[in-house]
């Protein structure tokens, strides 16, 4: 029978998908005081579009401004891939040859005093040619002028989110059965890739296998340590599938954990639980963290919880909102986001548990469903 991470692949979005996005994104912008947007190739584009191009000294940037028609203005070589973009119909495209300006041609579609959002991974590059050509405009990244750009899923990428957790849980499910003992880290990290793909993951970002003191590490990359009986370990893995991100942690020990370990591993299962308590439309993403925090403070290992307690997902698989104090943006449904307390105990070990988790109507629901206990492995 098939498993829930190998079913049909869902819908393709549509010209008129990307046709709303741009709108909304305008108007959003319109709304927040801004002139309009530029965004640039990354994640904001594939967002928008559908469109996903390389980066380069070349200048591509989509001109969204209310009440317009969204422009693409992008290099005449790479024209005919932007037309065949699944978000292509949708646009107008402008297109400049080597050896043209292209700073002029995106300068014609801008007021020469207009305050605009720009894509935070825009090129310093095109940004300056900008500013040359337009000295009286003024910039603003998008995370912080349109914090909720990509924050809210609709139901068809609430529906790829939750097929990516789901090939994770599948991941998990059998990196379980196979010996961690005796074998290096790059060994586990490796099969955890596999298993990505092997469920349908069409990129994988990352396989952390901390194990021993080195669990202690929270974004510990896999090395040459040959894990031992006795060793706490923490795995932390995602990647794209569909184009939506995974993102889920499990700590698993090799033979009997010591009394000490089973109680850090409980705290920290608690405050995940907390955490994901704390989910409901209205509450602040800074609830969520101090909900986690409170319960590992008040076990007296506040000291060792170093980062946040989570970070947004979507076509990327780190973005806003974050789950942090200070951050009192409210918690909408549709949102998705990790929730990850750790304690990590230097020189010795450490434990993280993380799902992602979106936002409701009442409250949360987890989009990793494998269990929290402590998983003992050979």
């Not at 393709?12 to 927040?32: G, I, L």
């Not at 109507?361 to 989009?367: H, Q």
Request: net charge negative; proline share 7%; hydrophobic share 40%.
């Amino acid at each position: 029978m098939p498993s829930t991470a190998e079913s049909a692949p869902p819908a393709p979005f549509t010209a008129d998908d990307y046709r709303a996005r741009m709108a909304r994104a305008a108007r959003s912008a319109a709304e927040a005081g801004l002139s309009g947007l530029l965004v640039a190739p990354g994640p904001d584009l594939v967002h928008l579009t559908g469109y996903q191009p390389v980066p380069t000294e070349r200048l591509t940037f989509l001109v969204l401004v209310e009440g317009r028609d969204p422009v693409l203005v992008v290099p005449a070589l790479e024209a005919p891939d932007a037309e065949r973009a699944a978000g292509g119909p949708a646009l107008t495209l402008r297109d400049w040859t080597d050896g043209k300006d292209p700073y002029a041609v995106t300068a014609a579609l801008l007021e020469g005093r207009g305050r605009y959002g720009i894509s935070d991974n825009a090129w310093a590059m095109h940004l300056l040619g900008l500013l040359r050509e337009l000295p009286g405009t003024t910039y603003t990244a998008l995370t912080q002028a349109l914090p909720l750009l990509r924050a809210v899923k609709d139901e068809r990428e609430l529906a790829r989110l939750e097929a990516a957790g789901a090939a994770a849980d599948e991941a998990y499910r059998e990196i379980l059965k196979v010996r961690f003992s005796g074998r290096k880290e790059t060994d586990v990290a490796a099969d955890l890739a596999a298993l990505l793909l092997r469920f349908g993951h069409s990129q994988v970002d990352f396989t952390v296998v901390g194990s021993g003191p080195n669990g202690a590490n929270p974004h510990h990359e896999a090395g040459e340590r040959t894990i031992v009986e006795g060793d706490m370990v923490v795995l932390d893995f995602g990647g794209l599938k569909h184009g939506y991100g995974s993102d889920t942690t499990r700590t698993v020990h090799v033979g009997e954990p010591t009394e000490e370990e089973r109680r850090v591993h409980d705290i920290v299962r608690e405050a995940q639980q907390a955490g994901f308590e704390a989910v409901r439309p209205g509450a602040a993403c800074q609830d969520v963290d101090r909900a986690a925090r409170a319960v590992i403070d008040d076990a007296g290992y506040g000291t060792y919880f170093i980062h946040r307690t989570g970070h947004g997902i979507g076509v990327t698989t780190h973005e806003p909102p974050y789950m942090i104090e200070g951050e009192e943006q409210p918690l909408v449904p549709g949102m998705c986001f990790s929730v990850e307390p750790g304690i990590y105990l230097p020189g010795r070990f450490g434990v993280r548990i993380e799902d992602i988790v979106t936002v409701t109507d009442t409250g949360g629901r987890r989009l990793n469903n494998t269990p929290h206990e402590l998983a003992i492995v050979e």
